[in-house]
């Protein structure tokens, strides 16, 4: 149990374009999921907190209007990146928690996102 | 600021070697540590430590909670090349359901 997905799993754009990465807990509500990226050979760095049904809480120097997050449902939070410059170019990773204020966090295996 | 340490950043071992692996932290409202084994793609759960499980064991790997020290070990014993990976510690600070992650250690075992 526990499983968390992410679609696309590598993804290839143009600056300027825009990208959406989704992320879904197949076998569970997930009330909270969490959106990471990660710079190669660096530790996870937290985005953003999404909450179902209600707008994200975003890092700080994380621009919102940048990536936008949506979590529609109790399995589904997407993640867009708008206007993407090669800057943006990161690895891509959700989590999710099983139950509402658990411990531990569930990842999706993660999305390569590559701007050229 | 919750800040969560991890050391040594990296560590190069041959099979069979037993490995320590340090994490030490220092967060507002200490819940749970938890730790995770990272290959090539998204983080896979291995242990979570609270007040009131402080040690874990899984086969090969176990850990232990050191409340009083702030800090948390890894232990692999007997490993192989499959250990190799980067192994994250993180902690939950309380008052939200963030995790807190250090910068992971880069295991690699070599044959």
């Known amino acids: 149990g526990a499983v968390v997905s992410q679609h696309p799993s590598w993804v290839i754009c143009k600056s300027g374009t825009s990208v959406k990465i989704e992320c879904r807990s197949l076998?569970?509500?997930?009330?909270?999921m969490f959106w990471y990226r990660q710079f190669p050979k660096q530790s996870l760095m937290l985005m953003a907190t999404s909450n179902e049904g209600s707008k994200a809480t975003y890092e700080q120097g994380v621009e919102k209007d940048k990536f936008l997050i949506n979590h529609a449902s109790l399995t589904l939070s997407t993640l867009t990146v708008t206007s993407a410059h090669p800057e943006d170019s990161s690895f891509y990773i959700c989590?999710?928690?099983?139950?509402?204020?658990?411990?531990?966090?569930?990842f999706g295996p993660g999305t390569r996102l590559t701007v050229t | 600021e919750d800040k969560v340490v991890q050391s040594p950043l990296s560590l190069v071992v041959h099979e069979g070697d037993t490995v320590t692996l340090n994490c030490s932290y220092e967060?507002?409202?200490?819940?749970?540590l938890l730790w995770y084994k990272q290959e090539k793609k998204a983080p896979t759960f291995l242990f979570m430590l609270t007040s009131s499980g402080i040690e874990k064991k899984s086969g090969r790997l176990s850990s232990i909670l050191d409340k009083k020290e702030l800090s948390s070990i890894l232990n692999i014993t007997a490993t192989q090349t499959g250990d190799s990976a980067i192994y994250l510690c993180?902690?939950?600070?309380?008052?939200?359901?963030?995790?807190?992650f250090g910068k992971g250690t880069k295991l690699t075992v070599n044959p």
């Open positions: 993180a902690v939950d600070p309380g008052g939200s359901e963030k995790l807190v």
């Open positions: 989590s999710a928690n099983r139950v509402a204020g658990a411990y531990e966090q569930y």
């Open positions: 076998d569970f509500q997930a009330t909270t």
């Open positions: 967060v507002t409202n200490f819940r749970s």
